[in-house]
Nanobody, 124 residues
Framework: QVHLVESGGGLVQTGGSLRLFCAAS????????MGWFRQAPGKEREFVAA????????IYADSVKGRFTISRGNAQNTVYLQMNSLKPEDTAVYYC?????????????????WGQGTQVTVSS
């Protein structure tokens, strides 16, 4: 059974940093791309970042480029999201997702498994 468990969220001030973790289990972690999405209250779920199976290819939403970094540890079955220079508009529930293939995608329908999410709140 596939499981994705996010952690690392919390409350931080504007300009601060957080590191999110996503522990994966249930299928061969290193065979698939992984992604992070987020959803703010009253808004649709949006793409944040994604990483290829090997970690050599990453893509980002324009809104987080230069501030967020996605990485993965295949030996640990974990994907990370380092978030720096946080802004109030980054406030959302952040979800980890497992891609159907090896190439990272911005499309939510390319992902077939999702975690429960972790809340990130940035105060002004």
């Amino acid at each position: 059974q596939v499981h994705l468990v996010e952690s690392g969220g919390g409350l931080v001030q504007t300009g601060g940093s957080l590191r999110l973790f996503c522990a994966a289990s249930g299928r061969t972690f290193s065979s698939y791309a992984m992604g992070w999405f987020r959803q703010a209250p009253g808004k649709e779920r949006e793409f944040v970042a994604a990483i290829s199976w090997s970690g050599s290819n990453t893509i980002y939403a324009d809104s987080v480029k230069g501030r967020f970094t996605i990485s993965r540890g295949n030996a640990q079955n974990t994907v990370y999201l380092q978030m720096n220079s946080l802004k109030p508009e980054d406030t959302a529930v952040y979800y980890c997702a497992w891609d159907r293939g090896v190439v990272p995608s911005k499309r939510w329908d390319e992902y077939d498994y999702w975690g429960q999410g972790t809340q990130v709140t940035v105060s002004s």
